[in-house]
């Protein structure tokens, strides 16, 4: 099973469109997550971290069910420049904090 | 955020060349580095990580013969692909650990290996 699963999509939604993107991951002793934001041929950049209370910056949301063992990012008023590949990552002290990345879902914005 | 640079940031070459990448963290110390494999359409993989000062830490199934790792300072790392093959061509990507705690990374901007 992999450490990190997610819907690999293609998401394709209207500017304006409200859009959500979950991921689950199998280790239950993870500890921190986070969603990252690639575009095509570049480096992933973090988009933001995952707290357990969950947490907002601007159009986006983050949120996390620890006992589901998944996490969520929520896109609202979707702008054309938000098309790219999201990525969740999941880090444990039990693995030696490496990043394990999901394969990411690919989002494309429509004018 | 902190800015890690990597070179080249694209190669093409011959099969059975060696290729040099390095990478640099530009404004902080990074003790550990991490060096990462992206084929295209799939998630990035982690191939090793390398600490400042001693041998890496390669994951299981990357050789270490193949992809030579040196971490000679606390602000370069390099990986050389040696006697590259087509197969060895993808997206390889380093990030540096930051001053502000183990689960920080910032990645550099990729090199893509094309192997003739």
């Known amino acids: 099973r992999k450490e990190v699963e997610q819907d690999p999509g293609p998401f394709n939604v209207p500017e304006g469109a409200t859009v959500a993107f979950n991921c689950t991951y199998s280790?239950?002793?993870?500890?921190?997550f986070f969603w990252y934001r690639q575009d095509c041929r570049k480096e992933p950049k973090l988009l933001m971290s995952v707290y357990s209370s969950g947490n907002e910056d601007g159009r986006f949301t983050a949120q996390l069910n620890r006992a589901s063992q998944y996490i969520s990012l929520l896109i609202r008023d979707s702008k054309l420049s938000d098309s790219a590949t999201y990525l969740c990552v999941v880090t444990s002290t039990n693995t030696g904090n490496q990043f394990y990345f999901g394969t990411g879902t690919s989002l494309t914005v429509i004018p | 955020g902190a800015v890690v640079s990597q070179h080249p940031s694209r190669v093409i070459c011959k099969s059975g060349t060696s290729v040099k990448i390095e990478c640099r963290s530009l404004?902080?110390?990074?003790?550990?580095m991490f060096w990462y494999r992206q084929f295209p359409k799939k998630s990035l993989m982690l191939m090793a990580t390398s600490n400042e000062g001693s041998k890496a830490t390669y994951e299981q199934g990357v050789e270490k013969d193949k992809f030579l790792i040196n971490h000679a300072s606390l602000t370069l790392s390099t990986l050389t692909v040696t006697s590259a093959h087509p197969e060895d061509s993808s997206f390889y990507i380093c990030?540096?650990?930051?001053?502000?705690?183990?689960?920080?990374?910032?990645f550099g901007p990729g090199t893509r290996l094309t192997v003739l």
């Open positions: 280790n239950s002793a993870s500890q921190s």
């Open positions: 404004d902080f110390q990074a003790t550990t």
């Open positions: 990030s540096a650990r930051g001053t502000g705690g183990i689960n920080e990374q910032f």
